[in-house]
């Protein structure tokens, strides 16, 4: 079940007590007049200062496993605060939000776009789920589906997140490769054992 923002402060003001061993930490820090009576389910966030595009490439495709994707085929553009970043229909280009978040071992979140930009064409596909235990900004996936460019800017808010509480069991919190990030990152992606073995042929072996 989502935790209203009532609750959320709740647990933002128990991390802000000295001696709290694992606390929710959301900055730079939300307003809190705004939570106290809003009743919402979920706070926004903003949309921080770095982007990432693709360049073009004479490549066919990115494979998997491309190491170089962050290094050689991506560039990174720094929009300052009163500046404005223009996303031109059918392109993509990374965020990332102002706020850097902590999570403890027993919260969840998961993170959507807002309507009133989806309406527009803005797209924030986002890989929603937040693990216990994640600490950094995140990154943003977004797209124009629409058929004019939209301008975007630093500080706005871009989208919102939804914290639930899940059962603690003692086990270590996730490690994401995302972790303490403060740009945007396209990660990894490589072939696990399985698809290894799929695409070998060998289906006895799994």
Sequence with gaps: MNLKADEILLYLEEGHKSGTKDPLVITPYPDL????????????LRLGTWFVTLRPARMPYIGIGDSGIQSQLSK???????GAYYLHPRTFVLGITLQWLRLPKNLTAFVIGKSSWGRRGLIIATATGVHPG???CLTLELTNVGEIPIEIKPGMEICQIFIQEVHETGAACVESQ?????????????LDDIAKKLGGGKLGQI
């Excluded at 990174?76 to 009163?82: E, Q």
């Design 178 to 190: 995302f972790g303490g990030a403060r740009k945007p990152m396209f990660g990894e992606v490589r």
């Design 134 to 136: 994640f600490m950094g």
């Design 33 to 44: 007049n705004k939570l106290k009576d809003s009743g919402l389910a979920a706070i926004d």
């Design 76 to 82: 990174t553009h720094y929009v300052p605060f009163g």
